[in-house]
Every structure is written in structure tokens, then in C-alpha cells.
């Protein structure tokens, strides 16, 4: 499962579900107001390993999109992807 912050846009689950992929928000975890390292270390005892960098919504989408094509992003438990 990916784990979106309130920093990536809120659009973004719907593209990622779109492609089958299961996510989840900060937000909906209660985890909204922790900070960088407390959020950090919330994700990680759940299991969440992969991070991706923060841009504008749209232009994230596209660059999103465009790389997906490419070459899909394949999560894998215990290791950090690095995204682009």
C-alpha cells in the first residue's frame, strides 16, 4: 500500500487507484499533524517503505503519468524507491 501526505495532491489517490494500486492519506490515518520524523516513524511500523518528491499538483500528475508509462513503479516491501 502507498501512503500519501497532506503535501501531495488529493487527486493522486484517484490516479493511483486507477491503476490498481492501493493507497491510503495520511489524513485518513490520523497522522495529519505529525511531523516530518514522527510521520516517518508512524509509516514505518505500518509497513510503508516507498517515497516519491513533492511537486505542484499538476505538474506532479503529469510527470506521474508520463513516468508510469515508461516504466511502472513497483513498491517492495522493505526498500525505499526512489522516484525519478
Do not use: H, K
Not at 11 to 16: A, P, S, T
Not at 26 to 45: C, P, Q, S, V
Not at 48 to 71: D, K, S
Amino acid at each position: 500500500m502507498w501512503l500519501l501526505d497532506v503535501n501531495l495532491p488529493n487527486r493522486l489517490i484517484r490516479l493511483l487507484q486507477s491503476y490498481g494500486i492501493p493507497c491510503d492519506t495520511t489524513a485518513r490515518r490520523g497522522w495529519r499533524d505529525l511531523t516530518n520524523g514522527a510521520l516517518a516513524e508512524a509509516a514505518f511500523r505500518e509497513g510503508f517503505r516507498v517515497t516519491l518528491p513533492q511537486a505542484r499538483e499538476e505538474a506532479y500528475l503529469a510527470e506521474f503519468e508520463t513516468r508510469w508509462r515508461q516504466r511502472r513503479i513497483e513498491p517492495s516491501a522493505g526498500a525505499i524507491v526512489e522516484w525519478p
